[in-house]
């Protein structure tokens, strides 16, 4: 099944702590129904010393489910996402709220 939520897009926190904010999707893990989102669901770790890397508290973003978050529209509000079949046979995702094409 194609991806609504993909690499790249812009999107809306709609449930948590972290309700409201808004980051691009930086990873997608399919198996999981997770995604990375820049800037938001900030956790902190700690981590061990390496050689490569200092030790200490470190914060980073924690995996958030794809339920829990909706790609934003042109309009700034969040929008579901349908695809759509082109005259060439190509498939497009859609916004519902504004039937604006998502992928240019």
Known sequence: MAAKIRKGD??????????GRTGE???????DNKALVRGV???KRHQKQTQAQEGG???KEAPIH????AIVGKD???????FKIQADGKKVRVAKRSGAEIDG
């Open 10 to 19: 812009t999107v809306i926190v709609l449930t948590g702590r972290d309700k």
């Open 25 to 31: 999707v930086f990873e997608v893990r399919p198996s």
């Open 41 to 43: 669901n900030i956790v």
């Open 57 to 59: 508290i470190v914060s």
């Open 66 to 69: 794809l339920s829990n978050i």
């Open 76 to 82: 700034g509000k969040p929008t579901r996402v349908g």
